[in-house]
């Protein structure tokens, strides 16, 4: 008995100590997407390429990328119809994402197209709550609550006819887009993570080929380092690490940590492209960064940081 004991406090602990590495290194991981994510609003500000011509560069490079990759490991012929079907709607989502949100950037600025998309996390706990039947706590909605406030004070006025607010509309399409994408990737799992990620970018890619007639290709030089920089590192690395954050780490922990993206976006504005930092802006920033504290300090607490563990064995065995 004493043995059995023994054997079962050593499987319990190897269990916790497994957790923690793999906490870790998805928080490094989702680090490194989020401050990439928060390259991406000034980039784009400041390039003059348009919408379209940034969505199939980003995506037609990402794609190729994740092609090469996936030849090597073979990955490609194996997928199934069913499988298939998953890819072109994970695309399709992503690449509607994008499209609102680069016209939220065109037509306001930056920082408020990235306050419009925060509301990712609203979106993704009620999807979470909605199909993946995740236990949504009062404190959850508490730290929603902040860093929505958060995201409200960036706003002035709510009119269609005021630049700043259909931005900040097309945002928050952008970010309900955007939170469909978790719930999809931890359902489909078993479809390894990198083979996702490229069914994200290959169908974004056909997605904006639609527009294709609108693209703009006679650019200055310097503007083709900053598509490359936006196709090779925030796309193809950002989002392929994100996919994998996405798919280990619980609904409500992305939903929360995703709200950083924002407060990065600003400071990156106000440094690189001298968006004006108003008070607004910082009380709304110092929101969104007290619902992600109040909102991670929780979910550790209640060991809550990982999704089901079902959900993560298929692409852990990837």
């Given at each position: 008995m004493s043995k059995d004991t023994t054997s079962q406090g050593k499987l319990a602990e190897?269990?916790?100590?497994?957790?923690?590495?793999?906490?870790?290194?998805?928080?490094?991981?989702?680090?490194?997407?989020?401050?990439?994510?928060?390259?991406?609003p000034v980039t784009i500000k400041y390039i003059s390429a348009n919408a379209f011509t940034i969505g199939v560069?980003?995506?037609?490079?990402?794609?190729?990328?994740?092609?090469?990759?996936?030849?090597?490991?073979?990955?490609?012929?194996?997928i199934r119809l069913r499988d298939l079907l998953v890819l072109a709607a994970l695309g399709s989502l992503f690449g509607a994402h994008w499209m609102a949100h680069f016209l939220s950037i065109k037509i306001s600025s930056a920082s408020i197209a990235s306050i419009g998309l925060s509301t990712y996390g609203v979106h993704l706990i009620m999807l979470g709550w909605f199909f993946r039947k995740n236990k949504v706590h009062f404190t959850d909605l508490i730290a929603v609550l902040l860093?929505?406030?958060g995201s409200i004070l960036i706003i002035p006025a709510f009119s269609l006819s005021n630049d700043t607010s259909l931005g900040a509309g097309l945002g928050i399409l952008s970010g309900l887009f955007y939170a469909t994408l978790p719930v999809i990737h931890q359902k489909y799992a078993g479809i390894t993570?990198?083979?996702?990620?490229?069914?994200?970018?290959?169908?974004?890619?056909?997605?904006?080929?639609?527009?294709?007639?609108?693209?703009?290709?006679?650019?200055?030089?310097?503007?083709?380092?900053w598509l490359l920089f936006l196709g090779l590192v925030c796309t193809f690395i950002a989002h392929t690490l994100w996919v994998r954050v996405t798919t280990v780490l619980s609904t409500i922990t992305t939903s929360v940590i995703f709200y950083l993206f924002v407060p990065i976006a600003m400071i990156l504005s106000y440094l690189i492209v001298h968006e004006p930092m108003s008070l607004g802006k910082i009380m709304g920033a110092t929101l969104v960064i007290a619902g992600n504290i109040v909102g991670l300090y929780k979910q550790w607490k209640r060991e809550a940081l990982i999704a089901a563990v079902e959900s993560r064995k298929p692409m852990e065995s990837s």
């Open positions: 190897k269990v916790r100590t497994e957790k923690k590495t793999l906490v870790t290194q998805n928080f490094l991981e989702a680090a490194i997407s989020l401050f990439l994510f928060g390259c991406v560069f980003r995506l037609g490079t990402a794609s190729l990328c994740l092609l090469i990759f996936l030849r090597m490991r073979g990955e490609i012929f194996r860093a929505a406030v993570h990198s083979m996702r990620a490229f069914g994200q970018f290959f169908f974004g890619f056909l997605f904006f080929l639609l527009f294709f007639p609108m693209t703009e290709w006679s650019l200055p030089p310097q503007d083709w380092l």
